[in-house]
T-cell receptor, first 114, second 109 residues
C-alpha cells in the first residue's frame, strides 16, 4: 500500500531533550512538509523540502531541524531550543510537477514534553 | 503579513447546504485548496481552484474569485459524518502552502 507513515503515534519526552520524529513516504513524491498543529488551530509550516538534500524554513522553523538524505524520508528533530514543543506534528508530501496542490498527510505524531 | 480568514464555527442541519468562506491576503497566489480533518485525524484533500469559478466534486463544490481574494467551500446534502474541521490553504509560490485556522462544522440531526 502506498502512503505516508509517521512514527511513533504518541511520544513523550522530558524537557531539555532533543527528539526526532520519523516521516516516510512510498508515493514517489518529490516535495515533503512538516506542519505543527496546536489544539483548535490550523497548520503552521515548519520546514519543507522540494528535492533531496535541499530544504527551506517555513514560518515557525526556530527550534527545529530537518534532513532530506533520501527522497522517501524527511525526519524532523525537535530540539531543546523549541520553547513550547508539545503539539500535534503532521508530515505531508506531494508531486512537484502538478496542476494542483494536493498534499497527502501522514497520521501525525502527538508529542508531549513533560 | 500573509493570512487566510475563515469563520471559526458553522452549525447546520443534516440534509441542508452550508457554505464556508475564506478570504486570503498573500504575497503570491497560485491556488486555493480545501482540506477536511476529523478530530484526531490527518487532513485529507477535498479540492483545488487555480482559476476563477466553481469546481464540483460530488456533494462538495469549491469556488474562487482571484479578483476578490475570496473562495468558498459548499457542502450539499449534509451528513453527520461531515462534522469536522475544514481548512482553506493557499499555495503562495513554488512549494510553499499556508493554511487558515480552520472552520469547525457541526451537523445536527
Amino acid at each position: 500500500d502506498g502512503g505516508i507513515t509517521q512514527s511513533p503515534k504518541y511520544l513523550f519526552r522530558k524537557e531539555g531533550q532533543n527528539v526526532t520524529l520519523s516521516c516516510e513516504q512510498n508515493l514517489n513524491h518529490d516535495a515533503m512538509y512538516w506542519y505543527r498543529q496546536d489544539p483548535g488551530q490550523g497548520l503552521r509550516l515548519i520546514y519543507y523540502s522540494q528535492i533531496v538534500n535541499d530544504f527551506q524554513k517555513g514560518d515557525i522553523a526556530e527550534g527545529y531541524s530537518v534532513s532530506r538524505e533520501k527522497k522517501e524520508s524527511f525526519p524532523l528533530t525537535v530540539t531543546s531550543a523549541q520553547k513550547n514543543p508539545t503539539a500535534f506534528y503532521l508530515c505531508a508530501s506531494k508531486f512537484a510537477a502538478t496542476g494542483t496542490d494536493t498534499q497527502y498527510f501522514g497520521p501525525g505524531t502527538r508529542l508531549t514534553v513533560l | 503579513g500573509q493570512s487566510l480568514e475563515q469563520p471559526s464555527e458553522v452549525t447546520a442541519v443534516e440534509g441542508a447546504i452550508v457554505q464556508i468562506n475564506c478570504t486570503y491576503q498573500t504575497s503570491g497566489f497560485y491556488g486555493l485548496s480545501w482540506y477536511q480533518q476529523h478530530d484526531g485525524g490527518a487532513p485529507t484533500f477535498l479540492s483545488y481552484n487555480a482559476l476563477d469559478g466553481l469546481e464540483e466534486t460530488g456533494r462538495f463544490s469549491s469556488f474562487l474569485s482571484r479578483s476578490d481574494s475570496y473562495g468558498y467551500l459548499l457542502l450539499q446534502e449534509l451528513q453527520m459524518k461531515d462534522s469536522a474541521s475544514y481548512f482553506c490553504a493557499c499555495r503562495t509560490g513554488g512549494f510553499k502552502t499556508i493554511f487558515g485556522a480552520g472552520t469547525r462544522l457541526f451537523v445536527k440531526a
